[in-house]
Structure formats: C-alpha cells, structure tokens
C-alpha cells in the first residue's frame, strides 16, 4: 500500500474536503420535507416555522386549480395524501408543468417547495408526479369498464 | 402467443433454478456433463424470456385489455412503434425485459467462452443463473407478473403518456438496462475468481470489454435521458438531481472508477481487493438504482407505483449479493494481497489512485444526499431533504479535480515522474491553460467555476492533441508511414489507449458544456402576431424573434391530437433572418375514460447552433381558453418564455465522440501479430500488440 | 391445443437440459492452448509495457536517461515473465528475443544474468562479469 508521506497527505486532503462540502452543504441547503398534515402540525408548535423553506409532497385538490393574474401565475390547492382536512393553498409563479392536472378522477400528486406568506404557500418549485408512472388500479379499470358500458361508444370530446 | 408467452416464464423459472444448481455443482465436483447441461440452460432462458417478451409485445399489438398491463399502458389508438415499446413502459414489462438482456448477455458470454476460461465458466454459469432466477422469481410472485388478467375486459385501454411518445423517451430506459445487465458479466466473474481461487488480473483481462460495453451503454442511456429532459419537460433544463436520475448516475460513477482502477491491478498487480470492492459495489448499484425506482421509497416524478412487496424482496437480495461478496473477499484476503506498492506522489498511479477516491466520494456524496429523506427520517424521525444546491456544491469541485486528472494521467509516468518528464510534458499544457484563463479573465468572465472549467478544458485537450500528435510523428518515422496512414495505424494497433483518449475529449466537451451555465439567459413576453422580442446572447450578439401567428390543428387523429397549436416565430440574428422556431402546445387523446387534460404536452422550439441553443416556450396562450374564434387577432396573443443555452449542444456532441472513443475500445483485435520491423530506430515489439 | 403446444415446449427444453447428462457428453473444463495462464497474462503486460515504452522515448515524452532507467527495469520483468511461461513457441520466442535485442542496442543486457546495463557499461552491475562486446546496428 502506498509508502509515500506526501501520497497519504493528498489522500487525507481530498476525502477531508469532501467531508466538509458534503457536512456544509447539507447544513446550508437542507430542507425539512413534510407532508401537509405534519406542517400544519409543525405551525401549531411553533409559529416561527411559517418563515422555514420546506418541501411538501402531497396531492392536488381536485378543481382548486385558478390562473392567476401574470401570465404565469398559478393558484391551486394542496391536500394531504391521508389526510383530507390538512390543506392550503399555493401559489405557483412559473411554467406548469404539462403533468399538472385537477381533474377529480385523477390523483395528482405534487412536490412543492418553498415558503409560508400571509396564508398561502409561495412555490419555488412544483413538481407533478409523472403520469407515466401513474398505474390504473384494477379496481379503476374495473369501475371504468362499468361506465363505458353505460356511455355511448364515442367517448371523446 | 401470449399463452406460449406466459408458459414460457413459468417454465424459465425451474429451467434457471437447473442451470444455478448444476453449474455450481458442476464446477466444484468437476463435472464436464452437468457443466454442459448448465450452459444449454443458459440457452433455453434465453429463448424462454425472448418467447415471454414476444407473448407481451403480442398482448400490446392486439389490444388485448382483459389483462391488466397493456389496459393500463396502451390504448387502442397508440402507434404500434409505441405499442411494442410498450414492453418496458411500465414496472411489470420493465422486469421483463431486463431479465431478456440479462439473458441475452449470459448466453453471448457463455457462447464466445465455451473454449476458453474453462475454470471460470462453470461459477459463472451459477451466479449468472442465481441472479436469472431473482428476477424470475420477482416476476412470477411479487404481484408484478406483465401477463396478471383483469377478471374483466376495458372497452380500451388507459393509453401511453404523451410524454413517453418520445423517440428518446423510448430509447432511454432500453439504453441504460443494456448497461446495468452488461455490468452483471464482469460480477459473475469477478465471484468466480473468488470462488476458483484465481484472483490474478486474468478475470479482468477476460472481462474488460464487457466492463466498457458496460460503461458506454451507461454513458449512453444517461445522457438519452437528459436529451429527453431537455426537449420535452420544457424548462429548459438537463439534470434536475432527481433520485431517479441519481440512481442511474451512482453505478456510472463507480464503474467509471473501476474502468481506471482496472489497470493499475493489471499493470502494477495492485488494489486488488478495492477493485473486487468496486466491482461487487457497482454491481450492487445496479440493482439498487431499478430497487429505488420500483419501491417508491424515495418520492420522486419518476418513480413506479410504491410496491412493498418488491421493496423487501430488492433489498433481501441486496443484503443477500453483498454478504455474499464479503465473505468470499474476506476468505480470500491472503490471495489479494498487493504485488507492488505506489512508489510516489507524482505518478500516474497516484492520479488513478485520486480519480478513484474522488469518484467515490462522488458516489457516497450523492447516494448520501438521494438517500436522506430515509436516513434522516429514520435516525431522526424528522424528514429531511436537499436539492440541486447540494449537490452541485458538492460535485462541481469534484468534477473539475476529475476534469484536471484527465489532463494528468495519461501523461505523467508510471511508478515515478522526475521534474524532467514533469516539465517536459506538462510545459504547454498548462501554458495553455494559464493562457486561456487570463485571457477569458481579459474579455471579462468572472465566474470563478466556469473560468477554472474552460483553463482546465484547455489543459486537458491540449495534452490529448499533443499525445495524438507526438504518438502520430513517432510512428510516422518509425514505420515510414505517411501522417494519415500512421494516426490510424497509431489508434488501431493500442485501442484502448487512444480510444480512451477520444472518450477523454468526449468528457471535456461534455464538462465544457455544464460551465455554460452561468450565462444563461431568459425574457418573458406575451406578444401579439407581428410584434417582436430581443434578446442578447453572451456572446454578444442579439437575436429578435418576431411571432408571425397561430397555426391549429384539432382532431388529427393520424397522429392522436386533441388539438395543437403551433406558434411560429421568425428569428433574425442583428438584423439577418437566419431561420424560425416553432413552440407548440398538444393535447393528445390518450385513450380510455380520463379527462382531457391528461395528454398536455409542450412541444418547446430549439435553433440550436454549436456553441448555443436558442429556446423557446410557448407558455400560454390566454385567450384560446375563453373560446375566442381565433381569426379575431387579440386571439392568438401568446405569452412566451425565451432562453439562451448557451454551449448545450457541446453535450449531445460529446456524447458522440465519447461513443466513438468507446466504440473504438471495444473494437475486437483482429490484426495478427507481425514480425518486428527493421528501422534505424531499433527493432519494434509489435508482438505484443493485441490489445 | 394450447395444452399440446405447451406440451411439447416443456418437452423440449427437458430434453435439451438432460441430454447431455444421460449421454455423458461434457463440457470442456480445463483449458487448452488459448487458454491465457497467469504467468502468460504477466508476459504480455512485461512486453506491452517495455512497447509503450519504446513509443514514449520515440515520441519524447520521456528522454534518455528516463528511458533507459525504465527500460531496464521493464525488461528485467519481461525476461522474467517469458523465462516463467511453458510452452511458448518459437515465433513468439523470436520476437521476444529481438525485443530484448533492441533493448541490448541501448542498454546492454548481461549475457548470464539478463540484467539490462546503461550504455557505455563494461561490466555488469548486478553479477559483476563482463559484458559482451556490443552488437553492431541492425544485425539480429
């Protein structure tokens, strides 16, 4: 194994910085992720929390969405996956993303983050779950079934 | 075909379970029949997946929506490209089909070995087979099975998303599962030197071109995914540190490091015992990147429905391979000792040496940071988590240590430099760099990571071009060869150094491109048909986009549109048009009872040029919502999100050279060695090539 | 039907799985020729490195005095490592020994003990006999 004093300094050097980016970055960025039951749970505690910037995942209530007056404004409301009584609402400045959708049969979920102002959730960052990955229970297939059995063939527009 | 199809896997199951049992058995009493028997299993998995994928594809291309899989994935309107892609489409084919690599790649392995390596091959044949059987296993009883029925028939089914209709959408899961079943070969040997006791640089050597196919399908598929991120989720952006896209980068990392560290044991006998380590951990990381994609334990837009069943199963298997791989490394600690030791600092073992740790560290810095919300949640019992600030904080230093050792390595001398290969080699390249950062530093860049990027950039292809250029007029002379003749010859005859050279040129432009950053630009404007936007590059010059108007297209069933809508701008680069983009907005029928807004899609508009990218959004279109006939003007206003990417396309660029660099590494040797040649400059040991 | 056809798959793949146990046909398990042997794997790393080498001092990447230090070093390896593999034949053999050769023009490799000298050398520095006289350019 290396032999060589001024090898072994390098090699201490490196891993000790990384160390400390790794040791700083995650004191420096970090945010609390939570769902929105645990923050209002977290507000009830401890007021002063509203000012933290948090990552919240959770689902997006069906028809809450509205535009807003920018162009790119955003409003819509966020629910607990859980826990319906848990919500608020946000306020989204940016491009939607093309996932994003409030229809009241679809589970939307969504990550947001950001921070409490005034009573609604400033979003930096929304995040929609891919709806590739959205998969069908057999319960919805089956409900579906029982519907299309009952509309007219053309089901489209 | 699909009943031939599901027959198929339940019979790979006992068939996969044979060939575990008897190679192992075979190998240990030395039993040439029950050898033989366990590589014709080896055979007749393959053919059994490959029927099994075929029984899948068939569900898919005739819309059989009395089972679950293709009613929850396609649509009967779907094109068939999309249909037959439809087998790795969801979490159920996704398995499927990485078992049919796996197997495809054991069979190619046991076939092009059946006169070689004999110790190996029967060790090699079981744990390829053990791990054959995992995934067997996993689909046949996990709730995971792509032939599950439904019990009833949907009328059709719930279609693909729009935004998997994508060309590089398609090709990219493909692509990085080539590299994460490649990488089971190299393992299965590596388990077999444990086992056999041959623990010399033999299984490396046998197993190297896999390790880089390996590597070059990794290299690949990720950056697949980031052309995909790039032109369809439309922010503009390439890498976003999602968990997913992070699972895929940790094997990457690791196996990048083992691609180095490789040659130290090869040529100094070294590091053997890290370089099990690497092996068995890079293998490990493969399955725990498709583990954190299906277990849904980490949140994430990529991730498959949560599934615990598998969750337990992944990570009983994961605990299994690497128990597994450190008793056996443990056992045969004495036979890994190290034949050498690293004589000093400056060497070009030492900067393998650091490309590794730094490597790895990379690797535990963004596992450490992917994993966080779990750790922390379970040690804390407060979910924690961090973003891209993190972890561009903490690999961007990392990348440009990586950035310098590139320029390092392949020059500086084995075992020991002395000052004089030090100066000799290292003169022009860093006058080079210096140079270029001062004069960057002149023109007015202040970025401080972008100006250490672009000097490093310049140090690092400064010593290739040199290498290439020496190398090119050494053999020229020698050989009597003309310049052309003898840079061909010069890359033919030592492929994996000059072929690793140009994957080294690949990375610089690759890195070059990330330091662009900095400088990208965005405006927001909404715009009625006639009025213009500007915006200024950094380089200098200013692009005005004049939005000429609205185009629709409703209903076109041909291509699945609900409707689309595609905004058309003229571009003019200081005052000369030079071309158009075309920002659209879809909607996309995507099959089945959902709501309309499933399918939305944002086609963005790129005029891309090699050293930047001109992008454009078309965000909203206000008015089409209020239903306003769109030959009233005030109609087609369109509010606009337009970008500067300044050096992007150095990406999709690099990543070709990096191919053909790769490409070229993996070419078989097919010259015969030749006599040596007689030349004023002494005799040459062509005999040895062969690389 | 179906149960006929999935008859006959299973059939055919036990068939194929435990012909070769009944018939005791079997698989090759000891290597043959091209089978690469440790002591053969380090012969062609001595040698692949003593030619990059060679390239390097052609292309001046290393000098004189690097080059011969190295090259001795690496040809001692190599006659070690071909002095340890069996049945090499005798093209192979050749072309080592022209390699060695071409190292001996520079350097001159002892006669009994193979150690490569630097040039200008009259007796050899690890056994002390003396050296041959050098070989004229160009002759094998």
């Not at chain 1, 959708?101 to 891919?130: H, Q, V």
Request: include cysteine.
């Amino acid at each position: 194994m290396p032999n060589n004093g001024r090898f072994m300094v390098g090699l201490v050097g490196v891993a000790a910085v990384v160390t400390y980016l790794i040791w700083t970055g995650v004191s420096e960025t970090m945010v609390y992720y939570l769902t929105p039951v645990e923050l209002i749970e977290r507000f009830e505690e401890d007021p002063s929390f509203r000012e933290v910037a948090v990552k919240v995942s959770g689902e997006v209530v069906p028809e809450s969405y509205r535009k807003g007056q920018g162009e790119l404004e955003h409003h819509f409301e966020i629910v607990d996956l859980e826990d319906e009584t848990a919500t608020f609402p946000v306020r989204y400045v940016g491009i939607l993303p093309d996932t994003f959708n409030d229809a009241p049969d679809m589970l939307t979920e969504a990550i947001i983050e950001g921070r409490f102002e005034e009573g609604t959730f400033e979003a930096t960052l929304l995040l929609t779950k891919c709806g590739s990955r959205f998969e069908a229970s057999k319960e919805q297939l089956h409900d579906q079934m029982q519907l299309q059995e009952q509309m007219p063939a053309d089901h489209i527009g | 075909m699909n009943i031939v199809g599901e027959l198929a896997l339940w019979t790979a199951l006992p068939v996969a379970v044979w060939g575990m049992a008897l190679g192992f058995m075979g190998g240990r009493n030395g039993r040439g029949d029950l050898v033989l028997s366990a590589e014709r299993a080896v055979y007749a998995t393959l053919g059994l997946s490959f029927l099994a994928s075929l029984g899948v594809i068939d569900l898919f291309l005739n819309d059989r929506f009395d089972y679950w899989y293709p009613a929850a994935y396609s649509s009967r309107d779907l094109g068939t490209f999309f249909k037959v892609s439809g087998l790795w489409a969801g979490q159920r084919g996704s398995l499927l089909f990485w078992l049919l690599l796996l197997n495809v790649f054991s069979a190619i392995a046991v076939w092009s070995n059946r006169r070689k390596n004999r110790e190996f091959m029967p060790y090699v044949i079981g744990v390829l087979m053990t791990i054959q059987t995992f995934f067997l296993v996993v689909l046949l009883f996990a709730e995971v099975n792509p032939f599950e029925r439904l019990g009833f028939t949907v009328a059709d089914g719930q279609g693909m998303n729009p935004q998997l209709q994508n060309y590089w959408m398609t090709i990219h899961p493909p692509t990085l599962y080539l590299g994460f079943t490649a990488f089971t070969i190299p393992f299965a040997f590596a388990i077999s030197a444990l086992l056999t006791g041959r623990l010399d640089s033999r299984w490396i050597t046998v197993t190297r071109k896999w390790i880089l196919l390996s590597w070059f399908f990794l290299s690949n598929g990720i950056v697949f995914g980031m052309r995909w991120a790039y032109e369809e989720l439309g922010w503009g952006g390439y890498w976003f540190w999602d968990p997913v896209e992070n699972a895929s980068l940790l094997p990457w990392l690791t196996a990048t490091a083992f691609l180095h560290s490789i040659q130290i044991q090869e040529t100094r006998g070294m590091l053997k015992v890290w370089n099990m380590g690497l092996v068995i951990g890079t293998f490990l990381l493969t399955i725990f990147a498709t583990f954190l994609t299906r277990s849904g334990l980490i949140e994430s837009v990529h991730t498959f429905a949560e599934n615990l069943t598998i969750a337990w199963i992944f990570l009983g298997f994961m605990f299994a391979s690497a128990a597994v791989g450190l008793v056996l490394v443990l056992y045969r600690l004495p036979k890994l000792r190290s034949e050498s030791r690293i004589e000093s600092f400056l060497s070009r073992e030492s900067a393998f040496l650091f490309n590794n740790l730094v490597l790895v560290a990379a690797t535990f810095a963004v596992m450490w940071g992917t994993l966080l919300p779990l750790l922390s949640e379970g040690f804390m019992g407060q979910e924690i988590a961090v973003g891209p600030p993190f972890f561009n904080r903490v690999n961007l230093p990392i990348g440009l240590f990586l950035l310098f050792l590139m320029g390092v390595g392949p020059v500086i001398a084995w075992r020991k430099a002395s000052a004089r290969n030090l100066r000799k080699n290292f003169v022009w390249p860093t006058s080079v760099g210096l140079g270029t950062g001062a004069i960057l530093w002149a023109i007015g860049i202040r970025h401080g990571m972008a100006l250490l990027t672009f000097a490093t950039s310049a140090f690092v292809m400064t010593t290739i071009v040199v290498e290439f250029w020496k190398g090119t007029r050494a053999r020229a002379r020698i050989e009597g060869e003309g310049w052309l003749k003898a840079f061909y010859h010069l890359i033919a005859r030592n492929r994996r150094r000059w072929g690793g050279y140009i994957v080294h040129v690949g990375v610089v432009m690759i890195f070059t491109a990330f330091a662009g950053a900095p400088w990208n630009t965005d405006i927001e404007q909404t715009l009625e048909p006639g009025q213009s936007a500007e915006i200024t590059s950094p380089f200098g010059h200013t692009y005005r986009l004049t939005y000429e108007g609205l185009s629709t297209n409703i209903n076109d069933r041909a291509q699945n549109l609900r409707w689309q809508l595609v905004a058309l701008m003229s571009v003019e680069q200081e005052g000369e048009r030079v071309g158009t983009v075309q920002p659209e907005k879809r909607q996309y029928f995507v099959g089945g009872n959902r709501d309309p807004n499933t399918g939305n899609a944002t086609e963005v508009g790129i005029r891309a040029t090699p050293y930047e990218d001109l992008y454009v959004i078309l965000a909203s279109v206000p008015q089409i919502e209020t239903g306003m006939s769109l030959n009233d003007p005030s109609a087609q206003q369109a509010h606009f999100r337009i970008m500067i990417k300044p050096l992007v396309g150095l990406i999709w660029s690099g990543i070709m050279v990096l191919s053909v660099g790769g490409l070229i590494g993996l070419w078989p040797a097919t010259e015969k060695p030749r006599a040596a040649k007689s030349s004023p400059g002494g005799r040459r040991a062509v005999a040895a090539a062969g690389d | 039907m179906e149960i006929l056809g999935a008859l006959l798959l299973i059939g055919a793949v036990v068939a194929y799985l435990l012909l070769p146990i009944l018939k005791g046909e079997t698989a090759l398990l000891h290597r043959d020729f091209e089978e690469i042997t440790e002591a053969e794997a380090r012969r062609r790393i001595a040698l692949l490195a003593l030619r990059d080498a060679e390239y390097d001092y052609h292309m001046g990447k290393v000098d004189q005095a690097d080059y011969t230090k190295l090259k001795g070093r690496l040809a001692a390896e190599a006659l070690e490592a071909i002095r340890a593999v069996d049945g090499v034949d005798d093209a192979d053999l050749e072309r080592e020994i022209a390699l060695v050769r071409a190292g001996m023009r520079d350097g001159r490799a002892c006669g009994s003990c193979g150690h490569l000298n630097p040039p200008g050398s009259r007796f050899c520095a690890a056994c002390g006999l003396a050296l041959a006289p050098p070989t004229p350019a160009g002759s094998a």
